[in-house]
């Protein structure tokens, strides 16, 4: 047990010195590997409505193959829907998702998972939009065995730091004042990034935060100091600033979001993370809090768990909707699922009378006011 401890904190310590020096990350999912019990993990992102994705990290993984399921494999997988339905953090497995039996059968686990020898994984969604999701997953071989609760137990240790880690890798200042890290990662998100201390003061701004605050609109910079254009908005995100001061509990490990609207009605979203427990090793000593600013368009992380039990939709039905959000069409949606034109009828029909609306544009309407939110103008 000592042993194991050991290893859990000099792991969590590799953790976070990745967000400072990315070439480090490699190295976490070679000891990942090792102590969740596996014969590969890997940091990778897959857009579920398009079917494409590609790895940021990892370790274990026959290049081929990594190639070979991004290019083509990823239209097989029978577990890519579920990664819009997870809620981010939760630690699950392939075998929790589907019968085993159910996945050996496919043409997914025959052509590319069996050749590798790889019977299971063990994994959670890290960050989410509407269509993809950034995931960690630990790869399980034959003489793994299917993951198992000491698994599990071991994996759920991890998450909370990488998925912080990720969130920060690009935004800290690091000696040279540049942000390093995960930038793919934020471009996928168009994150404006501020670095700020309790008041609010900016310690660091990526280009595209200067770029927001430059504008002079729903993010003010006055005096150094960050501020929203609305008086409710700003009264909110210097209570954030103050409450990120004391640490991850006056927060949450999953951060809060502030909604922002500009003068033309465009809605944004601010993403505040408390970085109070991760200072030193280059981290500016009074940075307390990292700011991600995004738009909001349908983008939220939690829309999709919060449509499907306001409507209690089945996930079928939920990816039938953000389908319609993202591409628009009833042949569309039946090329993106692999399914056929009827089907989808039957659930949009379904969806129709769930929601209570008649036309397909109003129910973009309604993922939009889920996604969304408003604050007084």
Partial sequence: MATETAQLLDLVSLIYDAALEPRLWNVVMERATGFVGGMGASIFRQDVIRKTGNSYYSFGIDPHFE?????????????????????????????????????????????????????????????????????????????????????????????????????????????????????????????????VDISGKVIYSNSSAREIVSADDYLRETA????????????????????????????????????????????????????????????????????????????????????ASAYKLTKTELQVLLALVELGGGPEIAEALGVGSGTVKTHLHSLFQKTGVRRQADLVKLVAGFSSPTVPG
Avoid at 138 to 165: C, Q, S, W, Y
Avoid at 267 to 276: D, Q
């Fill in 67 to 195: 190639r070979l399921y991004f290019k083509e494999y990823i239209h097989y997988n029978p577990l890519l829907p579920t990664f819009l339905t997870l809620d981010v953090n939760r630690v699950t497995s392939n075998s929790q998702q589907l019968d085993p039996a159910e996945f050996f059968a496919t043409r997914f686990y025959k052509e590319w998972a069996r050749p590798q020898g790889l019977i299971d994984n063990v994994f959670c969604v890290l960050e989410r939009s509407t269509t993809s999701a950034a995931s960690f997953a630990v790869f399980r071989h034959e003489r793994d065995g299917l993951a198992n609760e000491e698994a599990f137990d071991k994996f759920r240790t991890l998450v909370p730091h990488l998925r912080r880690a990720v969130l920060i890798g690009n935004v800290i200042e690091h000696k040279t004042g540049e942000a390093r890290g995960l930038s793919d990662l934020l471009d996928c998100i168009r994150a404006g990034v501020f670095v």
């Fill in 224 to 307: 150094g100091r960050l501020g929203a254009g609305n008086a409710e908005a700003d009264q909110l995100l210097q209570e954030a600033f103050r409450a990120a001061g004391d640490g991850d509990a006056a927060i949450s490990d999953k951060s809060i979001a502030i909604p922002l609207t500009a003068a033309d009605g465009t809605r944004y979203v601010a993403n505040i993370l408390p970085l109070t427990r991760r200072r030193g090793g280059g981290i500016d000593q009074r940075a307390t809090a990292a700011l991600f600013v995004h738009k909001a368009a349908l983008e939220l992380s939690y829309a999709p768990e919060t449509l």
